[in-house]
């Protein structure tokens, strides 16, 4: 049998971790050939809601389980790891400062870049779940010298399920008919949900194929109510569903969060067309170098790489340029603090 990857997840006791750990048990993260080492890391307050999910997962009886472990010693949950999914967050307190937020976080993700750093496998790969993720990859990567700068990513997945999601429900068409989706920018209400690369019809046979946005004109009857929709509904509806789910669940979306981490884990070890994802840029779009910008990204296995040579136009440009300015603010204010 291979030998087992060791997982970290941050945050374990949370409730986007209650939700991972049982999917990457049963192996929907690496696959059903890779048995996995789960680590729970968790601070003083969380480590027994994190020990009663190490519990549940024993009463899982999980063939691909091969060990769990609960710690709050960083060093401990990252010895060795390969994969580490950094959910644990400061969240944002009513009345609390950008600059607060940002300190907070930055005692938060500081300590575990250095951490991986010194301990994590050779083939590390992290991804921030926890907010502001963009800005929390950007301090753990620059608080991490051991480690490509690279190997860290932020979670967009979800933004960008949640637009397909909408597609389909608009054009009463399945999941997999829609592809070529972007999220671009920042993973906070200014992100840019773009559709204008994306196709519509029996993807992976062709002929059949129409750009989403043709789509969406023949059903809503013109070019301008479709780009009404997707100004006035679409954009706003897929940058604000945290607040909707929170509003009609009563809690905030915990589920298909863990599930688009799933995802986002999945498809960049085990490669990828287009999907999106927030990484470090290389000056890809004219977004500064080192932000973490979510862009439309592809996978060979071996790293998310941004999909390149796509034209944007002046409403999309704009509003990229929009969501880098608060990525640019968010990095000047982590500067100010001395994190980075
Ligand atoms: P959740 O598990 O619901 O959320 C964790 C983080 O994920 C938050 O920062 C949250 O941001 C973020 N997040 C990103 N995308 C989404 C999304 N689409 N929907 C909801 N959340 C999203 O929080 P809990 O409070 O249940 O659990 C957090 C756990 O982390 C606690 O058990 C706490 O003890 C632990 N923790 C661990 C640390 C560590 O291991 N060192 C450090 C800090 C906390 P947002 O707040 O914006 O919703």
Known sequence: A?????????????????????????????????PVRLRLLEIPQGLKAAEGAALELQDGAFSLLEHVEVTDDPRVAFDGCSIALLVGARPRSAGMERADLLQANA?????????????????????VVGNPANTNALIAAASAPG????????LTR????????QLVAELDARPDDIDGVAIWGNHSSTQFPDVSHAVFGPVK????????????AAKLGSSEAALAWLDD???????????????????????SAANAAIEHVRDEQGGVAWTSAAVVSHGEYGVPEGL???????SDGDGYRVIEGLDLDDRARARLAASVDELVAERDAVRALGVI
């Open 205 to 216: 046979t062709g002929p059949d194929v129409t750009m989403v946005f043709d789509a969406l």
């Open 158 to 165: 979800l933004d960008h399920n949640r637009a397909v999601g």
């Open 2 to 34: 291979p030998q087992a990857t060791t997982v970290t997840v941050t945050g374990a006791g949370g409730q986007i971790g209650y939700g991972l750990l049982f999917r990457i048990a049963a192996g929907d993260m690496l696959g059903p050939d890779r």
């Open 147 to 154: 480690i490509p700068a690279d190997r860290f990513s932020a």
């Open 107 to 127: 005692g938060i993700f500081g300590p575990q870049g250095a951490a991986l750093s010194e301990v994590a496998a050779d083939d590390i790969r992290a991804l």
């Open 233 to 255: 509904v679409f954009v706003p509806r897929v940058a604000q569903r945290g607040a909707e789910i929170i509003r009609v669940r009563g809690s905030s979306s915990a589920a």
């Open 292 to 298: 973490v910008c979510s862009f439309p990204v592809r």
